[in-house]
């Protein structure tokens, strides 16, 4: 279906984004169509040949770095050598003075509350309310649901409440709020009498009193406790009538009558336009766009249908408490929303230029998402301090990162905000920003309110900008390999030399494995220990229990031993994973490529074929992964640079491709998740006239030309050829 236009200055503008604009986004914030439309045809011709120049320059290093390591193929590589050639190409930025980051006006959530973050695509309006409700989170359900409580002894899941596991759940508690709230000489497992508060004054004696934060009474009789432990809350909610608030089975079995412990979770919520959806063209900008602004005036709505009953989601009101001292207290009930718009790269057919050219996606993302804040800030619904949060992904480097400044100026400008009104999120997943992280920081130093390691896209740029030099090691050795230790040591070296402790986010990346919930507490704990404010979960569930790292951690404190070590080095953030010795068998090999091909076709397909960006997808293995743009970056680049150094052949992934590509429609057809989604269709059998199967072979068999080994171009024209 081809987009219609309207003529609006110098502009063709889709008809569905015009109205949305017109109509729906522009009352309520004093903005003129006038003034929005004259600023934004001005300031977008103004732009976008800068934004032309900036991809074109990551070309033109691309191919210098190429012709380097070819014409040094045959000599032993010379580190020194080759960051003096980086340098001088201008790819390695000399790093200036020490400096502190001058950001002003940032939320709690960002400078003083260390937790869990979301990342949700802003495509999906049930997955956004999930997300933004999910600052507090039911303990016992998140127990109750996950392998963190073993299934054994009873202890089984099923389809009705369990009073075996049940009690488990209740132990499991009791033990963390042993560990978390401790009572002066005794034990929570010892209480067995709903404590009681008398003039605010509270019956327990607290090892560390000013850990209890408030409480409530329902018909005189105490309900809830509250609570505070490195500055985050732990609400603990009692039963005294059979009324329950929240129907947890497990306060019938509780002597105390604890019917739950409510966590308080996901700080922040990344509404993500990028790697998690699927938007090629006005239609599904708008949808995103729609569902930013619904979050903004706190209207945004799902119905469905759950077992049989039609239910309607809508945004958690904030809560309200009587403090310690008697006085009333209103905690923010929602997720911190912040808004991630797309890269520097790709155009959108939403918006022609005058030249006929499509619009730059990531400058209508940032005048589109800001002025949707504006209607946040009369209810300060989201930011108390009236600030704009875009996290921006995918810079390249201190020039890239200076342009998004200018983008923001140019965006304060026309919507009458306040200069550094819009702070600005640095996903350092990109090699040259990863080299150059100081340099980056200090062009938006009066903007910055994160940094952010990307392992998959950092590595997916890894093999891109070194493919000349030699097969990649394979893909599970990564995360051992020198660089990535380095890179994500600097990320914290760097943002802690630059002040961020107490104003900024330093963060960490995603748990991919949304069932494996055990094996994340045992993992994911490095994030803080690390020195990381948050860290990327999958879930609510995820977030409630990755919340018991932040309660187990002290990362400020954390932050301040390891301000005192020795930095990264540049030399081990320049070690290329190569392999040296490139001498697996063909079982090796073909087990490698089964992985890729099987993670990019199960990715591609519902991408391409589905409009879905990001979803638990089953791995080789059938355990279910989280899979983005991110993932099929790396593993496409991985075959591809294992093509052009011959570790297989074309006829050989091919062959793969289309194995893989049976075992994926097999797995997808069985896939409840995909129920609900228009009808699969299979790409095995079928692969000649499969545009998802053709579009997966492209990324593998094209990987190498593509601009950084993103896989967007291929992704985006792919799914409008299916949707039109």
């Not at 502009?11 to 934004?40: D, Q």
């Not at 691309?62 to 380097?68: A, E, F, N, R, V």
């Not at 209207?299 to 403090?323: A, C, H």
């Not at 194995?659 to 989604?677: C, E, F, R, T, Y």
Request: glycine share 6%; aromatic share 8%; with cysteine.
């Amino acid at each position: 279906m081809k987009e219609k236009y309207i003529k609006i200055r110098d502009l063709s503008v889709s008809v569905k984004l015009a109205n949305f604009i017109n109509v729906k986004l522009l009352p309520g914030t004093k903005i003129s169509k006038e003034r929005f439309w004259s600023g934004f045809n001005k300031y977008i011709h103004e732009l976008s040949p800068k934004n032309k120049n900036l991809i074109e320059k990551r070309e033109r290093i691309q191919k210098l770095i190429d012709t380097w390591h070819k014409e040094n193929k045959d000599n032993r590589f010379n580190l020194k050598k080759y960051t003096d050639f980086l340098k001088k190409i201008g790819y390695l930025k000399k790093s200036g003075t020490n400096f502190k980051i001058k950001t002003k006006n940032v939320d709690n959530e960002i400078s003083s509350i260390c937790g869990p973050q979301l990342v949700c695509p802003v495509s999906n309006a049930r997955f956004l309310l999930n997300a933004a409700n999910a600052r507090w989170v039911s303990l016992y359900d998140s127990l109750y649901g996950t392998d963190l409580i073993p299934e054994t002894h009873g202890a089984l899941r099923g389809k009705t409440y369990n009073p075996i596991r049940g009690k488990k759940v209740i132990l499991y508690a009791r033990d963390l709020l042993d560990k978390y709230i401790p009572l002066e000489g005794k034990s929570w497992k010892e209480i067995s009498k709903i404590p009681e508060v008398k003039n605010n004054k509270l019956n327990l004696k607290l090892k560390y009193p000013k850990q209890f934060v408030g409480y409530r009474k329902k018909t005189n009789k105490l309900c809830s406790l509250l609570f505070i432990n490195n500055n985050l809350h732990i609400d603990i909610l009692f039963d005294q009538s059979g009324d329950m608030e929240i129907n947890n089975p497990e306060g019938n079995q509780d002597v105390l009558k604890i019917h739950d412990i409510i966590l308080e979770s996901a700080i922040s919520t990344i509404c993500d336009h990028e790697d998690s959806v699927a938007a090629v063209d006005a239609e599904d900008k708008v949808l995103g766009y729609q569902n930013w602004l619904g979050l903004m005036k706190l209207e945004l709505k799902s119905e469905f249908k759950k077992k049989g009953k039609n239910i309607i989601r809508k945004l958690n009101p904030d809560r309200y408490y009587v403090s310690s001292k008697g006085k009333k207290i209103k905690l923010h009930g929602r997720s911190l929303m912040l808004n991630r718009n797309v890269g520097h790269l790709m155009t959108n057919p939403a918006i022609l230029l005058k030249d006929g050219s499509e619009c730059p996606e990531g400058i209508l993302d940032a005048f589109i998402t800001s002025l949707a804040c504006i209607h946040d800030f009369k209810r300060k619904g989201n930011s108390r301090t009236n600030s704009i949060y875009i996290v921006k992904p995918k810079m390249h480097g201190p020039e890239e990162c200076a342009f998004t400044n200018l983008i923001f100026e140019k965006v304060e400008k026309v919507l009458n905000l306040k200069k550094y009104q819009i702070l600005c999120g640095i996903m350092d997943e990109e090699r040259r920003t990863s080299v150059n992280l100081k340099e980056c920081i200090r062009a938006l130093q009066n903007r910055v309110f994160f940094i952010n390691t990307g392992f998959l896209d950092r590595t997916g740029d890894e093999i891109h900008t070194s493919i000349e030099v030699g097969p990649m090691i394979l893909k599970g050795e990564m995360k051992s390999s020198k660089w990535i230790s380095a890179y994500e040591n600097n990320n914290v070296d760097v943002g802690l030399s630059c002040g961020f402790s107490g104003k900024a986010q330093i963060g960490k990346g995603m748990w991919a494995m949304p069932d494996l919930m055990n094996d994340m507490m045992k993992q994911k704990i490095t994030h803080p220990l690390a020195g990381a404010n948050c860290a990327w979960v999958p879930s609510p569930t995820a977030a409630a229990l990755h919340a018991l790292h932040y309660h187990e951690v002290n990362v400020f404190a954390k932050q301040k031993k390891l301000s005192k070590r020795k930095s990264a080095k540049l030399a081990d953030l320049l070690t290329i994973p190569i392999s040296t010795n490139p001498n697996w068998s063909m079982e090796e090999i073909n087990r490698e490529l089964k992985n890729n091909a099987q993670g990019i076709l199960g990715y591609v397909v519902r991408w391409v074929d589905q409009s879905v960006g990001c979803s638990k997808v089953p791995d080789i293995n059938g355990v279910g992964l989280m899979e983005d743009r991110a993932t099929c970056r790396i593993s496409s680049q991985h075959i591809a640079n294992w093509l052009h150094h011959g570790i297989c052949s074309k006829k050989h992934v091919l062959e793969i491709m289309k194995k893989m590509a049976k075992i994926v429609d097999s797995q997808n057809l069985k896939d409840p998740s995909m129920k609900g989604q228009s009808p699969y269709q299979t790409m095995s059998g079928n692969f000649d006239k499969s545009i998802a199967f053709k579009a997966a072979c492209e990324l593998v068999f094209h990987g190498r030309s593509q601009p950084s080994g993103y896989t967007e171009p291929i992704l985006h024209l792919n799914r409008l050829l299916k949707k039109n």
